[in-house]
């Protein structure tokens, strides 16, 4: 193997499989793949993957498309299913319920945002909602689906979509394509971590005594942090005081009926639960606070309100929420579970895998490893987790429900400064402020805050330039032709049998298993 930069990093050791570390391998690979550096992944088949959610976010196609992966044989082989967005049902209040679109909502009036003429039309007393105008929520009430980029032109080509998808096909999936670009899967269980005089992780070894070296480590361990938190003590920003869920307990079970395009979010006494439907199975979960629900309390509230016949006995997942306060660390970068954790409310847990490899590509280091590479790095990955927090605690903290003692303590959280700050710019007048790299879009953030009462108390004077009467004839004319557009589409389930069905699967398959 031949090197042309003389310091260049000569050997990537990932320690952990799962999807973090089959993502990262597939990523690196693709890069790596006509030498320059060796790829190792230490993996034990005692292990099992932890994947809560099982579900993605746009971006995540994003993945695909730049390692060359055919979306079709993608979603065939993890049984995926299309998911438009994600209901939200009781958050508000007990009966109410919320649509959360991926894609565009209306579109512009003249050279106005659509949401800043939609407020002048409810502030004249228009009776429209919001999601009537996004394609992607009318698809979802509809169980429609069509590919948006086939419908350009039309309302329907504003949508966008993400998949549901089963977590350990995933990383099956990937470890197939990392090993046929020279990837080398390692099977053992690392028993210590050896490091050099400078604190920085010099080799792994394992438990039968063979010794794994290199120059830059991925951490892929989960929830144990073996490199970035166990060896090398990087702290840990707990987020548990505002986001108060700190236990899961899932099942899978057969799919009653066509399987819908959005995952289904349902506030309950002491958390919330969670069913996606793939293909040929629905994954469930309820994610709650061990503070106001017991084990026996949760299991009960799950399986009390299946949908189909389990297939596997429900299993328990603890979490703490939070993040490092530095994901990388000397020559050690956290990806996935290991570097931190957000509850799965907004599916988020692969794309932050996908944006850790991404970051890591773009300040990609020598042996050196450059100070300002890793602070940049450090700080673009922080705010990525820090604005999904808001995200979520959003969800909550304007919520009216104090009908139990969890959602009373819900309402005491404390709220982060920076969502303050932006809600309090958009309570003003509709205005968002822009993230980093605006993990979510002007969409998400209007659509959660409608759906949680949050309106502006004004539309922006600019808006008046422009006459009433047009924006209320495009709103009367739009939306009636946007469902019309829908109702024409196949159903989802239509629509997967039809384009990418997935075979049934050999076996069910808990999608995560306790992790030691």
Request: charge should be negative.
């Amino acid at each position: 193997m031949t090197h042309t930069h003389p310091n260049a990093i000569r050997k990537i050791v990932i320690v952990g499989g799962g999807s973090a570390g089959w993502i990262a391998a597939a990523m690196l690979s693709h890069y790596f793949q006509r030498g320059g550096c060796a790829i190792e992944l230490v993996e034990s088949e005692e292990i099992g993957t932890i994947g809560v959610g099982e579900s993605t976010i746009p971006p995540f196609l994003q993945l695909l498309a730049s390692l060359g992966i055919d979306e079709q044989a993608f979603i065939q082989a993890t049984q995926a299913s299309f998911k438009l967005g994600i209901r939200f049902e009781d958050w508000k209040a007990e009966g109410e319920r919320y649509l959360h679109p991926f894609g565009a909502i209306g579109g512009a009036i003249g050279p106005h945002e659509f949401y800043q003429c939609w407020l002048r039309a409810k502030a004249a007393g228009h009776p429209s909602e919001l999601q009537d105008f996004a394609p992607g929520s009318v698809m979802a009430e509809q169980g429609k689906f069509m590919l948006p980029f086939k419908a350009r032109g039309t309302l329907i080509g504003g949508a966008s979509y993400a998949l549901h998808v089963d977590a350990r096909l995933v990383a099956r999936f990937l470890r197939d394509y990392a090993e046929a670009r020279g990837v080398k899967r390692t099977e053992g269980i690392v028993s210590d971590v050896i490091t050099h005089a400078d604190g920085s992780v010099a080799k792994v070894r394992m438990k039968d005594g063979r010794e794994i070296e290199g120059d830059l480590f991925i951490d892929c361990t989960g929830f144990r942090s073996l490199l970035i938190g166990k060896t090398l003590e990087t702290p840990f920003d707990d987020w548990s005081d505002m986001l108060l869920c700190d236990r899961a307990v899932v099942v899978q079970t057969e799919n009653v009926g066509a399987p819908h395009p959005y995952t289904l979010s349902k506030a309950e006494a002491g958390g919330w639960r969670w069913r996606i439907p793939l293909q040929h199975r629905a994954g469930n979960g309820y994610v709650f606070c061990s503070r106001f629900v017991s084990d026996d309390e949760a299991r009960a509230t799950l399986m009390g309100q299946l949908e189909g016949r389990p297939l596997m006995e429900p299993m328990f997942i603890p979490f703490k929420t939070g993040v490092r306060q530095r994901l990388w660390e000397k020559n050690v970068v956290a990806v996935g579970l290991a570097g931190g954790f957000i509850e799965p409310l907004e599916s988020t847990a692969l794309h932050l895998i996908y944006r850790g490899v991404d970051f890591l590509l773009r300040f990609f280091p020598d042996r050196d490893f450059d100070p300002a590479l890793r602070a940049e790095y450090n700080r673009r990955m922080v705010a990525d987790y820090e604005e999904i927090r808001d995200f979520i605690v959003l969800h909550y903290c304007k919520t009216q429900r104090d009908d139990t003692p969890f959602w009373r303590a819900v309402r005491a959280a404390p709220i982060p400064d920076s969502l303050k700050e932006r809600m309090a710019l958009f309570e003003g007048a509709g205005v968002l402020r822009e993230g980093v790299d605006n993990m979510f879009r002007n969409p998400s953030w209007q659509s959660v805050m409608e759906g949680m009462g949050a309106r502006p108390r004004r539309y922006q004077q600019l808006v008046d330039t422009i006459p009433y009467e047009v924006i209320r004839q495009t709103l009367d004319q739009s939306a009636p032709m946007l469902a019309a557009q829908v109702a024409g589409l196949p159903s989802h389930g239509e629509f997967l049998a039809k384009n990418c069905p997935a075979p049934p699967p050999e076996a069910p398959v808990a999608p995560f298993r306790t992790v030691a």
